[in-house]
């Protein structure tokens, strides 16, 4: 059952990433760039998007969230995507059970 899963769900998002039935372009938004250089034994590192390792900082927030608009409007623009839902629930609707106690 487990494997049959997988295989739907492998075949459905390789369908969506491929981008079927949905041919417009996507405009994401812009990452900024800063001027961050680490030193690596000798090494000069270029680390343009350092800024994105600090989780709660504000530019941080509003560019994830600039990103989940841009992903729910793609998400919701598949015409198929309640099918897909529909069928998972169906094959995943079945009795579980725990391990005794």
Do not use: H
Not at 6 to 28: D, H, P, R
Not at 29 to 54: H, M, N, S
Not at 71 to 89: C, E, G, M, Q, V
């Amino acid at each position: 059952m487990k494997n049959t899963a997988f295989l739907i769900m492998a075949i459905v998002v390789s369908a969506v990433l491929a981008g079927c039935g949905n041919k417009t372009m996507i405009e994401y938004p812009v990452a900024k760039k800063i001027d961050q250089t680490d030193d690596y034994f000798g090494r000069k590192v270029a680390d343009p998007y350092r800024w994105l390792e600090e989780m709660d900082s504000a530019d941080t927030k509003t560019w994830v969230e600039a990103q989940v608009k841009v992903t729910d409007r793609y998400l919701a623009s598949i015409p198929f995507r309640n099918d897909i839902k529909k069928r998972f629930t169906e094959i995943w609707n079945f009795e579980k059970y725990s391990v005794p106690q």
